[in-house]
């Protein structure tokens, strides 16, 4: 199932990987008209920019509605680098649940391109002076100097955005810049189809103010898409697609040829039951006694395997070593299915290390420390143990050259138990 996807680079993404092969893919088709075809992102954002310095010439306001995730990023980071550029040169502000997501995405930066990973290792981007959160909406919406608002919902169906309608509507110096899809009977849609006489929270409201629809997609385009299943490592047997209005179905249908089916809703479609692809619930992370495992950064080796032994606990996981918030969720989860997790650190003075002690501790995870314990340990059960160089955090994850032997041998497992419980014995609460 590939979700939204995307075959051109964004300023924080990398395009679709198409690396992995499916007998049977369901495939979106927003934008699989014959004449779905986007320009290029370089001049979506110099259309934003000139928008903005345009509506700020005349001592307006701009509004941008955004998706909370994906294209709130990509506008943040576009807006950044006007910034940096002399382009804007008025105050941005982000509303709604952008700071939320965004401390998400400070979580991952492994899965964002290169450019997004380098600027993480210095700090969050998107908590650039440049930008400033609305704690107060009544100020902001006050103010009447040169400004940019960044807010959810990207449709305007809800959300922050509402209210600067309501209140800036009548204004003909705002401008309301749609940079997202509108599907149709959204107040987006209405806006960007002409309509200037809309209803806002049961009230009727005249819209004066400029509105502009910038496309920046987060999905592939009718060509994107054609090149997206081309790539694949072999042509799928089956192409069910969903996600698009009936034209645009119908017309990647015709492109994509006599594998093509327009998903039914409620239908029930039957699969050949000798498709591949199927991963047991329950995999076994090494057919040897004692396996090597070497890790270079970015890799994810290391992380992988501490994530399997994690999710794989049924009863325990005894942790030693520092612990950031990387893999905590994957912890949290295990506690939350009845697994005891235990974690000696070495100490807590890091304030990263301190942030997942917290959130680990709340969650009903047994730690104590020992300034002594230097040892870097995994053990899921009594049936692996992991004895490595890697702490549980972004550093040994995506930063540095790591080792470390996997055991599922009984005696070693055994014997490395019985070590960390001396030690947990010799430690203290927090």
Known sequence: YTGDINMSPTRVMNI?????????????????????????????????IDVIAETAKDGGRVVIPVFA????????????????????QCPIYMDG?????NDIYDDYPEWMNESMYALFKEGNP????????????????????????????????????LSYLSHWAKDPKTTFALVGYQVEGTLGRMLIDGQRHVTVDDKPLDVSARIEHITFSAHAD???????????????????????????????????????????????????????????????LTEEPLHLVITTPRDEIIKTYMIRMIQTARQTVRIAGYVDTAIANEMIAALRRGVEVKIIYRHLTRPSNREAYN?????????????????????????????SSADLTRDSFYDHYEAGFLAKEDDVVRKTVSFYDKVWGES???
């Not at 990987?17 to 992102?41: F, K, M, R």
């Not at 649940?97 to 997501?101: A, E, P, V, Y």
């Not at 692809?277 to 995999?283: A, L, R, Y």
């Open 16 to 48: 679709a990987d198409t690396s992995e092969w499916a007998d049977t893919v369901i495939l979106e088709a927003t934008y699989g008209g014959d004449n779905d075809i986007h320009p290029p992102l370089s001049e979506s954002e110099s259309r934003l």
């Open 69 to 88: 995730i994906g294209r709130a990023q990509n506008i943040l980071m576009t807006l950044k680098d006007a910034c940096e550029r002399g382009k804007i």
């Open 97 to 101: 649940m952008l700071k939320r997501i």
């Open 126 to 161: 998107f908590e650039s002076p440049f930008f400033s959160s609305v704690d107060n909406r009544k100020r902001i919406l006050n103010q009447s100097e040169p400004s940019v608002v960044v807010t959810t919902a990207g449709m305007m169906s809800g959300g922050p955005v």
């Open 222 to 284: 009718h060509d994107g898409l054609l090149t997206f299943v081309d790539s694949l490592p072999k042509p799928p047997e089956n192409i069910f697609l969903n996600h698009g209005e009936g034209e645009s179905l119908e017309s990647m249908a015709r492109a994509l040829g006599d594998k093509a089916i327009i998903a039914e809703p409620l239908k029930v479609y039957t699969l050949k039951e000798s498709r591949s692809g199927f991963v047991p619930i329950e995999p076994s």
């Open 359 to 387: 959130l680990l501790f709340e969650n009903g995870a047994k730690i104590r420390e020992n300034r002594d314990m230097h040892a870097r340990i995994v053990i899921s059960d009594n049936r692996y143990a992991f004895i």
């Open 428 to 430: 203290y609460v927090p």
